[in-house]
């Protein structure tokens, strides 16, 4: 009996301390939780869920973006509208905070600056790069190191990168690199360390320590040469000098997208939503090496143009047609003003139309032309049925005959009517009808040359990527990033409102910190 005894207490001490031992094995690992160490943060300007789409159907398949495990949305809003400009919306996502229009990461003119994602990384150890394909002064990269009560001080905006605590900067160049009575930037940024080059390419390494690289031009994708630079390389080359990084946060901004969107030219922006795309692609590759510490969040600043898939009552889209434009409308205006230079008296659209032709494969068929293409698509000649398919209607030619008569009048001379500027906006006329037929044609529509209420997809795989699941504010991403790196929200100063908290969500099996790999990569994960 005393030998039962002894052995039923040995059991419940041994038990005892396996419980034991196993508390302080769990509550260890609770203590070791590994957090987002390497987080990209892609941001697509003036791109929603109908861009998404239209991206889609044009390659006849998903975007990877939308292949990521996790999908989320968010809805935008600056201070005194619902409809921020680019600025105010990057604000909110730099920030945390719903800021100021047409200002740079401020709450108000006269208020304090706030606390920038960039700057509690880098206080907390993180290297911190920013790339773009827009001037590194543009509004949304500005945002992410610079405060400033209008966007357009690009020389002030600019030579706060040398406190920013930023450690490489890639993109266009600063727009005014100089200032009167003023120290000039390279001058500036020389100081704060700053390493600065013009170009890089696909086999340059970047220099070592603090590095800003200004590309003199980067054109839009569908104008670009295989030589050119684009997010992707960009991309590439950050992860190449940030490997060795303990942790680091890089800013990847697709700005050109926007610019697309303010001027409907959807083939161009179809590219751009590629080029993105793509780029996401290079940060999954390093994800894949170190998935339990690396975090890919893919998010928007404001939907841009108001695109529409189907218009007029259309019975499907032809979004083929798109494939005809051969160059942006950027590229187009120096074309228009290049012959508008040049052009005899007396010229007529008829001179013109070989460079529509040429650009957009609308053509200006005589009787003679259509009848003898017709007879050979009748022998089912399929060079000549899309040679009939791209023929200018009698409303179409119409509309660039009167493009081209105000595109060849003094700007100072345009009508200033309502009526025109919501058909061409701040835009050239000529520059505009081309790529208003092909999306007609399309069935894609714009509603606006600004900015819409949409909500903006948010797409995440990684460490901490199941806090972007479900519906918040675009505020909001800044505390779910930094709650996946594990860092405190910077404090409350008077001026500032409380910061918009997020219900935390609790991840599923499903959600586990190693995101399952999207359907598109189980083959090559395999």
């Not at 610079?146 to 727009?175: E, R």
């Not at 996946?484 to 100063?493: D, F, I, K, S």
């Amino acid at each position: 009996m005393f030998h039962s005894i002894f052995k039923a207490k040995t059991f419940k001490r041994g038990l005892s301390l396996c419980f034991f031992f196993a508390l302080c094995l769990i509550l260890n690992a609770c203590k070791e939780e590994k957090l987002a160490k390497y987080v990209f943060f892609f941001i697509g300007d003036g791109a929603s869920y109908a861009q998404r789409r239209l991206t889609e159907l044009a390659n006849a398949e998903k975007m990877f973006i939308n292949t990521l495990p996790i999908q989320g949305s968010m809805t935008t809003a600056a201070v005194q509208s619902n409809l921020p400009d680019n600025a105010a919306a990057a604000g909110a996502l730099a920030s945390g905070k719903q800021v100021e229009e047409s200002m740079i990461s401020m709450l108000g003119k006269d208020l304090p600056a706030v606390p920038l994602i960039t700057s509690v990384a880098a206080q907390n150890g993180y290297t911190v790069g920013i790339l773009t394909d827009t001037a590194l002064d543009d509004a949304v990269a500005a945002s992410f190191y610079a405060h400033s009560p209008k966007k357009q001080n690009y020389y002030d905006i600019a030579v706060q990168a040398k406190d920013s605590g930023i450690s490489l900067m890639i993109g266009q160049a600063f727009k005014r690199p100089k200032s009167f009575k003023k120290e000039d930037l390279k001058d500036v940024l020389r100081a704060g360390g700053y390493k600065q080059i013009s170009s890089v390419t696909q086999k340059e390494q970047l220099p070592s320590g603090k590095v800003i690289t200004a590309f003199r031009k980067i054109p839009f994708a569908i104008d670009a040469k295989a030589s050119s630079p684009s997010l992707a390389l960009f991309v590439e080359k950050a992860i190449e000098k940030f490997r060795q990084e303990k942790g680091f946060v890089l800013i990847t901004i697709a700005g050109k997208m926007n610019q697309a969107a303010q001027m409907h030219d959807t083939a161009a922006l179809m590219r751009e939503m590629d080029s993105f795309d793509l780029a996401v692609k290079k940060a999954y590759d390093f994800y894949r090496e170190r998935p339990q510490e690396t975090l890919i969040v893919v998010a928007g600043t404001v939907e841009t143009g108001g695109m529409t898939l189907g218009i007029n009552n259309s019975a499907d889209l032809n979004i083929d047609v798109l494939k005809n434009q051969k160059t942006s409308a950027e590229s187009f205006k120096t074309v228009i003003n290049r012959f508008r230079k040049r052009r005899q008296v007396g010229a007529s659209l008829e001179d013109f139309m070989p460079q529509i032709e040429k650009n957009f494969g609308l053509l200006r068929l005589s009787k003679e032309q259509k009848k003898e293409l017709t007879a050979q698509a009748k022998k089912e000649d399929e060079a000549a049925k899309q040679k009939l398919a791209m023929n200018l209607t009698a409303a179409e030619l119409s509309e660039l005959r009167e493009a081209y008569r105000y595109s060849m009048t003094d700007t100072t001379k345009r009508p200033k009517t309502e009526a025109y500027l919501n058909k061409y906006g701040k835009y050239d006329p000529l520059q505009m009808a081309p790529m208003r037929i092909l999306a007609r044609r399309a069935g894609v529509g714009y509603s606006t040359f600004g900015q819409t209420a949409v909500p903006i997809p948010v797409s995440a795989v990684g460490n901490g990527a199941f806090f972007f699941m479900g519906s918040y504010p675009q505020t909001a991403l800044f505390e779910k990033i930094l709650r996946a790196m594990g860092l405190p929200l910077p404090a409350v100063t008077p001026h500032e409102p409380a910061p918009q908290t997020t219900t935390p969500v609790t991840p599923t099996a499903s959600d586990s910190t190693t995101s399952p790999v999207p359907a598109t990569d189980a083959k090559k994960a395999a």
